[in-house]
């Protein structure tokens, strides 16, 4: 059976998870205005970020190079992928993954949440 609806605070804004299934999770990430996500990658986690509402900013570093844009269109993030969203305006995105929900690998986080687990983290 699908889980669906659990929301979880974060320093940010929110996450809820809208599906979680065998195969895949949908998550709705509600980004305050002026905050932004860990600069992070995924080891094995595969993400599609799609805008719903508002304005963020995605930082992608590629090849040695930082690449920030406007999140317009949906985006595939690759497992591997060093990125962070930051919110212009409050806004929501849309997160479509694989299921690896703790694969998270902090480089930077404004939140002094490096090196925490899952639980600790909020």
Do not use: F
């Not at 949908?26 to 305050?32: A, E, F, S, T």
């Not at 690759?78 to 929900?101: F, N």
């Amino acid at each position: 059976m699908p889980e669906r609806e659990r929301v979880t605070e974060k320093p940010w804004g929110s996450e809820v998870i809208l599906r979680k299934t065998a195969d895949y999770v949908v998550k709705l990430l509600r980004v305050n205005a002026g905050c932004r996500l860990s600069l992070q990658y995924h080891r094995i986690k595969w993400e599609m970020l799609q805008l719903g509402s508002g304005r963020v900013t995605l930082e992608i570093h590629k090849d040695g190079q930082i690449v920030r844009q406007e999140l317009l269109h949906p985006v595939e993030v690759p497992a591997g992928t060093i990125h962070r969203l930051m919110a212009i305006d409050d806004s929501e995105v849309i997160e479509v993954s694989t299921t690896e929900l703790d694969d998270v690998v902090r480089l930077e986080d404004d939140y002094d949440r490096l090196g925490k687990t899952k639980g600790e983290e909020q």
